[in-house]
Every structure is written in C-alpha cells, then in structure tokens.
C-alpha cells in the first residue's frame, strides 16, 4: 500500500490510499500496481472517491499514477460513477485526466450551479434520476470537486440531449 499524506493546522490526514494485489518494480521511484485501487479522501478522512483499473503505473517522485487501460471511478454511495480508457493522474494538483471514451452518471440531485442558485426544476422525480455524459476526454479535478468535458461531448438528461 501507499499513503500519500497530507499535513495542516489539523494535523496529518490521508489524502490517498493505494493498494493493489501485486506490484512489479519498474525503477527506484516507478512500480506498477496490479490491480490498481485508489481511494481519495477529502476534510477529516471522509472518503470520497474510489478508482479501480486492471494496473496503475506510478511514480512516487514525480507524485503521478497513469496506464492506457480500463478505469473505473465511483463514490461510496455511487452517486457518481465514471468509467474511461487510459488515465493520468497528478496528485499535487489532485488533477484526474481520463483520456478516451469518458462516460459518467450523476445522480442529478447532486448537480449545484451558481447560475441557477436554487432554481427549481419541471423534471418529476428528478433527485432520482441520472444524468449521462460522453466525451472524448475529461478532466476531474478533487481538490474543487468539479468536472470538464472535451471533445464530442453529449448530454443525455430527463430535460434536455445536447451534443
């Protein structure tokens, strides 16, 4: 396992926790992990978010994890869940790029928008319903628990399909 730490007024807290069953040692700062889980946790420990891929290759000088192939992302609840081919992610920013073929759900009752405040919206039974992205690639950033999408980008919602 590797523990990436994170220290502040607070004290010391896990920012990430890395795990797999088997690691091939590549060089004195690079492994790959097989397979590959990182768990992602924010404030006092609270886990936030979980991600699972076949291996991870990561470089613990340089702070990155990357492979070309499958990921999974999701949170405890499932709220949210991600999945794309081929990644990298930097852990001093907490930067999350998924480059290909990115197709996430979101609960929309999860959604916030400063623009529209606390509209209400026309959609019945919306906090239930899920809303479906797609795009070429993506970045997720978790310091700001925010998300953009590039490239070919379509929305499927209970109110609106936008390409």
Not at 29 to 52: C, D, W, Y
Not at 67 to 96: K, Y
Request: contains cysteine.
């Amino acid at each position: 396992m590797i523990y990436v730490w994170h220290t502040n007024a607070a004290g010391r807290s896990v920012n990430f926790l890395i795990s797999g069953n088997s690691q091939a040692i590549i060089s004195s700062s690079e492994r790959v992990i097989t397979p590959f889980q990182m768990k992602s946790f924010h404030g006092s420990n609270e886990l936030q978010l979980i991600a699972r891929a076949p291996e991870c290759h990561v470089n613990e000088d340089q702070h990155r994890g990357w492979d070309s192939s499958h990921i999974v992302l999701f949170t405890p609840t499932s709220n949210v869940w991600v999945q794309g081919d081929g990644f990298s992610f930097l852990e001093p920013n907490r930067l999350l790029f998924v480059s290909n073929n990115v197709e996430p759900r979101i609960v929309r009752s999860l959604l916030k928008s400063s623009m529209l405040g606390s509209a209400a919206t026309n959609a019945p039974g919306a906090s239930n319903q899920l809303m479906k992205i797609f795009s070429d690639w993506a970045v997720f950033n978790a310091e700001s628990n925010t998300a953009r999408y590039f490239g070919d980008v379509h929305v499927i919602d209970i109110q609106l399909d936008v390409t």
